[in-house]
């Protein structure tokens, strides 16, 4: 899950505050929702009710868990479109096809990124020690890098431009004003090398350019960033850059588990969570833990008749740009699609947020009731960091189940020690009760 979203994945400039250091939460209400996190069962006199209870008695935090650890602790990485991808795919389908679900692999191409070799020095003025980061769809240099003076471009608007003076060289911009996409073709127009994009704040940033770019683009901290402005405007100053990346189309697959309802099978509900991570990330909270809550509820489901079809899909290339849920929903067949729950993020922090984007709140409204019910402590809200804000885009409810405060993910730091068990019971007992809602249990 990417705070941002979908901010940052459309290029848009804006900071992270998912999450984040860019996923911000809006305009959140407290749900009525009082008491412990812990399960307690649902209070209603309808005939379904005692079946409804016990099936979410079954979820089971330690059981998820035990996904985490295989799929996080053992696989690791898995950035999609690489081998490491493939294997937790095949993980995923061998444990829906094991609990009886039929499966299948949805294949679909998606612009795939990666980062080989960054760097930047001052050839000519003061030492600096600089730290760039490359922004997602980057052109690269050419091999070995190239050298070129340092142009100053303010916001890196057109008319930062005027005059010419940055032809040949690299422009160094500030962030915020304009999309980083609108900054790097700002700067190529205008002849410019490469582009290198400072921090409004001290710290580094992330970013994508939401399609390749015909110059390279990195970024530094705001720090590092005033540093280079400021000896830039004392003398000229020259700088070498090597950018060498990986940008070209590859196929990854959704993994999809579908058990036929019983009363309306053309009727659809879906459960869904995406499988991969960001380089360099175990992907323990981001978002192995929400296909260890989805996979969970798989299980418990099993044996269960449904009244409409369930189909619980695991999105490949989320962090790429939420391009598995986008095929997946122009994708999806005639049968209409009833509501959407996605878990993201389900392992670490204490608050839980049940959200929609844009869209319907019906099925949000839905989750802050069950919840109360459940005696679970939720906050409703919007965000727009994950796979349903496709399913909104084509008129669907949605309910975005995820918990917001975790400082690590996306790091190396988001590993399988940090994940609470317990929240993950909580996390799936909420979904799960959410789903029967929707599908319904025969009798």
């Not at 160094?172 to 490469?194: C, D, L, P, Q, S």
């Not at 409004?200 to 280079?228: H, N, R, W």
């Not at 309802?261 to 991570?277: F, L, M």
């Amino acid at each position: 899950m990417r705070c941002d979203w979908p901010a940052r994945r459309e290029g848009v400039d804006s900071p992270r505050g998912r999450r984040c250091a860019s996923r911000s939460l809006v305009a959140f209400a407290a749900c009525a929702a009082v008491g412990l996190a812990a399960f307690t069962p649902l209070q209603r006199v309808d005939a379904g009710a005692a079946s409804q209870e016990a099936l979410l008695s079954r979820v089971s935090g330690q059981r998820a868990y035990q996904h985490v650890l295989a799929l996080a602790g053992k696989i690791g990485p898995h950035v999609a479109g690489t081998p490491e991808d493939r294997t937790s795919g095949q993980y995923i389908a061998a444990e829906l096809a094991r609990d009886g679900y039929a499966v299948s692999w949805q294949p679909f191409t998606f612009p795939y990124f990666a980062v080989r070799t960054v760097s930047l020095a001052v050839t000519s003025g003061p030492a600096l020690s600089l730290h760039p980061r490359v922004l997602q769809y980057s052109g690269a240099t050419p091999a070995g890098g190239l050298a070129a003076e340092i142009y100053v471009a303010g916001l890196g608007r057109p008319e930062d431009f005027a005059g010419g003076a940055a032809s040949g060289k690299v422009a160094v911009i500030e962030r915020g004003g304009a999309t980083f996409k609108a900054k790097a073709e700002a700067a190529a127009a205008a002849g410019a090398v490469a582009a290198v994009i400072y921090n409004t704040q001290p710290g580094e940033f992330s970013g994508t350019l939401g399609g390749a770019a015909k110059i390279p683009v990195v970024g530094l901290s705001g720090a590092e960033g005033q540093q280079l402005v400021t000896a830039a405007k004392a003398d000229r100053i020259a700088v070498q850059l090597n950018v060498q990346a990986a940008n070209e189309q590859r196929t990854t697959w959704n993994i999809i588990g579908t058990k036929p309802g019983t009363r309306e099978p053309h009727r659809i509900v879906i459960v869904g969570a995406h499988r991969d991570t960001v380089p360099g990330a175990p992907g323990a909270n981001d978002n192995t833990s929400g296909v260890a809550v989805a996979l969970d509820l798989a299980e418990v489901l099993k044996n269960v008749p449904l009244g409409s079809t369930v189909r619980f899909v695991f999105f490949g290339a989320e962090e790429e740009g939420l391009y598995g849920s986008a095929y997946y929903v122009d994708h999806h067949g005639p049968d209409p699609i009833a509501a959407y729950v996605n878990l993201d993020m389900e392992g670490v922090g204490q608050r839980l947020m049940i959200s929609t984007f844009r869209g319907s709140d019906s099925l949000v409204q839905t989750g802050a009731r069950l919840a109360s019910e459940l005696r679970i402590p939720a906050i409703v809200g919007h965000d727009g960091g994950s796979d349903h804000i496709n399913f909104e885009r084509i008129g669907v409810p949605v309910a975005f189940v995820f918990r917001p405060d975790d400082p690590y993910y996306d790091t190396p730091k988001d590993t399988v020690d940090r994940v609470d068990p317990s929240l993950l019971q909580v996390s799936g007992r909420l979904a799960l009760a959410i789903l029967l809602d929707a599908a319904g249990v025969s009798q």
